[in-house]
């Protein structure tokens, strides 16, 4: 005798979403597409699978993600390295200059979907996760900026949240972070005994990040550093005061953070953080900011960009902490079939029932022994209408003998108006489903 196969399961860190669950996330991405909608954002979807010198490039060889988190692999065929995105950004610029988008002008778009990252589940952080984000592209001016600040935060009161901040900062530009970046190498450089084992590796590579280190014992020390808005031209001071005041304007409360630097190397003046405190140490749920430098050191003309990415499972995750309710997607009506032999004309007229906009929940057999004539295994008309009640449903289409017989089906209501049942012609399908419709 053969033995019985092995369990294959799921990748750790990489979870299958299931109903009802899923009706969230359904519910969720259909709020985001009406609200992408009234901002006039227009969708766009890249490839899971990218170069993986566009992320070395893109996102800097020194970042963590590139370094540590990413999913990388060399293609049996041709040799060519690739890697699953860690986050998608980069392939919206890569698709932008490759397919010449900015010929006509600025976009604004968005994306949706998993992102790979190889780092410790923990939760609201996998290793594969789902993101969605906004860019706009070819756009230098503060107000669009303040644009997606408003944007993200014009979500967050779609979906009803409340407990959530946000941080906002300047990274300048270029050559105003390299001053300051040489003055946090010499800082840095006079308390090296007090650095960390990541803070040392960091110091000459990409001391900026060090300053968002999460290691308790160097708070204090990084709190001390030269900050980067002492180091700000007039420019770049003007550029984050503009939109400051277009913030102020709209009524959208905010931090200053001189800490924020965000984790890619992309960035430049505008970054901003959106954060809770429901979630513990993963407090971030959306991020972004300005990178002005993406598109050219991807191999497009210099154009002007801002973007920000939110992480969807934590962003549901906050909506369950505070207790917001969805709604779960229920069908219209239940049909309900005593007998077996009545499928082939109950299966017509549900199709027909469908093709008016009403959804509809068959009732099944659950074993084979319903394959027979005579109806086995269909289940009792009491089961059937308890299933019909626990669906959901708004309504009961019997297909009784009688009634088809009449040529005829019976429409119960099980929600308003309980017990009430009228007769319908199979014949004229048209002239009745569509009031079968829920009203929720």
Not at 253 to 274: C, H, K, Q, S, W
Not at 361 to 381: N, Y
Not at 387 to 402: C, E, N, Q, R, V
Request: glycine fraction near 10%; hydrophobic fraction near 40%; aromatic fraction near 8%.
């Amino acid at each position: 005798m053969a033995s019985k196969p092995e369990k294959l399961l799921a990748v750790k860190g990489m979870n299958d979403i299931l109903p009802p669950d899923s009706a969230r996330w359904e519910w969720f991405e259909q709020e985001v597409r009406a609200l992408m909608a009234r901002f006039a954002y227009r969708n766009i979807r890249t490839p899971i699978v990218e170069p993986t010198p566009l992320f070395v490039r893109g996102l800097g060889e020194v970042t963590d993600i590139v370094e540590k988190e990413m999913y990388s692999f060399e293609d049996r065929l041709n040799g060519e390295q690739l890697t699953l995105r860690p986050e998608c950004t980069a392939g919206v610029v890569r698709a932008v200059v490759e397919h010449n988008l900015l010929y006509e002008g600025g976009k604004r778009l968005y994306y949706m979907g998993p992102m790979f990252r190889h780092e410790r589940p923990q939760r609201g952080r996998y290793r594969q996760f789902h993101q969605i984000g906004a860019e706009t592209l070819g756009f230098a001016g503060p107000e669009i900026d303040a644009e997606m600040i408003l944007l993200a935060d014009a979500l967050w009161k779609v979906l009803g949240l409340t407990d959530v901040r946000l941080e906002l900062n300047s990274l300048g530009q270029p050559e105003e972070r390299k001053q300051h970046r040489a003055a946090l190498i010499a800082y840095f450089e006079q308390h090296a005994d007090q650095l960390d084992e990541d803070a040392r590796r960091r110091l000459h590579s990409n001391p900026l990040r060090i300053l968002d280190t999460k290691n308790p014992a160097m708070q204090a020390l990084v709190e001390a550093a030269p900050k980067l808005i002492d180091f700000l031209g007039e420019a770049s001071l003007a550029h984050f005061n503009q939109v400051r005041a277009m913030l102020d304007a709209a009524g959208v409360a905010y931090t200053i953070n001189p800490r924020l630097v965000r984790g890619m190397d992309y960035y430049n003046l505008t970054v901003f953080e959106f954060i809770t405190t429901r979630l513990g140490s993963q407090g971030t749920i959306c991020g972004g900011g300005r990178y002005d430098y993406l598109i050219e050191q991807i191999g497009g003309k210099p154009a002007p960009a801002v973007g920000w990415a939110l992480g969807v499972e934590r962003v549901l995750e906050l909506l369950k902490e505070q207790g917001g309710e969805q709604p779960q997607p229920v069908p219209d009506a239940y049909a309900i079939v005593p007998d077996a032999s009545a499928l082939p004309t109950v299966l017509k007229c549900l199709q027909a029932v469908r093709a008016a906009g009403v959804s509809v929940q068959m009732h099944a057999a659950h074993s084979t022994s319903a394959q027979g004539a005579g109806g086995e295994g269909m289940g009792s008309m009491k089961s059937q209408f308890k299933k019909a009640d626990a669906s959901g449903a708004h309504y009961a289409l019997i297909f009784g003998a009688d009634e088809l017989a009449r040529g005829e089906v019976t429409v119960k209501a099980l929600r308003d108006g309980v017990g009430a049942q009228t007769c319908h012609p199979l014949a004229d399908v048209g002239a009745w489903a569509a009031r079968l419709q829920s009203r929720t």
